[in-house]
């Protein structure tokens, strides 16, 4: 396992080849897909794969692998890697066991590969064996089994089961260290305030919340349940109080809450960026790492709206924190 300065000598010398502000830009003014295919390809997003602008997806996958790749070499201790490919093993795993019970391929929905190789996986949980599967991924699938055996398995309570018990997994993988309880319970806290606003019932919410957040059942219920006015005036000193406020105005104009998904998704770099020159520990690590995971969101963002023709300006509002590069933050 390299050491901390080995990761965050690493992490340094790649941050140079991130996309940037710059580039960003040029991609949200493309004329087209295919245009903003070239400019990924100034800094070998998705290792110089060659594509057409139809297969331009291929790139976020293959560039998605790199970085599960490099997080397995580099990264500085087991829990970081864990904690970092985590998402892409309950993803594959959710999708092996519904295509399992659904015999359907279950290739189309794989993405990248996170501690478990897809192989094992798909063995494991054909076969009814989950011992060596981390103790939430395993009572996740154990539990699925149930409600697909019940026949009450459908895709709202089976995502549900995975992503508590992803949530679940990262608060104990976080164990103390204050970065990663920091971003964990912030994206608890925005999981649980997206369900609260888009359900709009206690009932139904409570279902799907997930733990590790700052905010208590209760608080959900108050979002589910209370007129815009007084959610205002309890929140109005909360540390979520921003969230709270986009996640209101994308539900009063009964619109997505691409306003709340910006912000909510962008805290854990912004977070890491106020120590943007603390080279303690493997924050420089870590902070390349969430540049990378915000830069492959951005990439996605962009190539689907040049894809469906929206407006340049609505594309720039939907861009998460991001590398700033030579030329000042990206707002």
Known sequence: MPNAIYANARASALTATLLGVERLNRMIDSASVEEAVKILSEVNFGEGLAV???????????????????????????????????????????????CKYLKADFTPMIGAEGMYPVSFLEEKIFTDSYKR???????????????FVSGKANGQNVSAVFR?????????????????????????????????????????????????????????????????????????????K???EAALEGAAEEK????????????????????RYNSEGHKPFLRYCYYKISEIENVKIILSCLRNNVEKNLIRMRIRESYEGQNGYYR
């Open 164 to 240: 508590r018990a992803l949530y679940t997994f990262l608060w104990r993988e976080a164990g103390k260290d204050r970065d990663l309880r920091t971003i964990v319970r912030a994206k608890a806290d925005a999981a649980n305030i997206a369900v609260a606003f888009r359900s709009r019932n206690f009932a139904q919410a409570s279902e799907m919340l997930v733990k590790s957040g700052s905010l208590s059942e209760e608080d959900i219920r108050f979002l589910t349940e209370e007129p815009p006015e007084s959610i205002r005036e309890k929140y109005r000193f909360h540390l979520r």
């Open 256 to 275: 997505p809450l691409t306003e709340f998904e910006k912000i909510s998704d962008s805290f854990a770099l912004q977070y890491l960026k106020k120590e």
């Open 242 to 244: 921003e969230w709270i």
């Open 52 to 98: 057409s602008s139809s297969e331009a997806e291929r790139l976020i996958e293959a560039e998605e692998a790199r970085f599960s790749a490099f997080v397995k070499d580099a990264a500085p201790s087991d829990k970081l890697t864990r904690f970092l490919l985590a998402g892409y093993d309950f993803h594959n795993a959710e999708a092996i066991l519904r």
């Open 133 to 147: 599967f981390n103790r939430e991924l395993a009572t996740a699938i154990a539990d699925c089994d149930e409600l």
